[in-house]
């Protein structure tokens, strides 16, 4: 699938471009692999900043956007997510609350704590997620799990609107 970015070319500086949304040397992906396919999500993509395997970092530095009438996959793992919101507005599932969340709100994700990331509004709903380059593998609720956070977003959607 090669790289990501052109971390491996010696870019340093990846400017940003506002009338896009982007950083210049950074190309946009898709949200997950293929054989992530057993998860539900729509109109999310990567963006890669940082993945450096071969370094020195323990970290990945990653952006993610999520389209209008979007949604990242619901999952929980080990590992646990730094989460900056940088653009837009949506609602962020957590455990058993849901967050309204605009740019610069931050969020902890802990250990194996159901999360997603849903875009209700017109406008992309982006944020930059920060990981352990060494991590677990996100796996999808149980069936009783999923029942409950279903009416969780329900309510949340009804109490959250605007
Ligand atoms: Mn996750």
New binding site residues.
Partial sequence: MGSDHSLESGQRYFPFDDANFRWHGIQPREYKDKESDSFNWRGVTRHTLLKQSNGPAAFEVRYFEVAPQGYSSL?K?EHI?AVLILRGKGRVLLGDSVYPAKAMDFFY?PSETA?QFINDGTEPFGFLCIVNLQRDR?RPLSPNELAAVQSLLASSQDSLAE
Avoid: A, D, S
């Fill in positions: 999952e793992h997510h994700i999360h996100p």
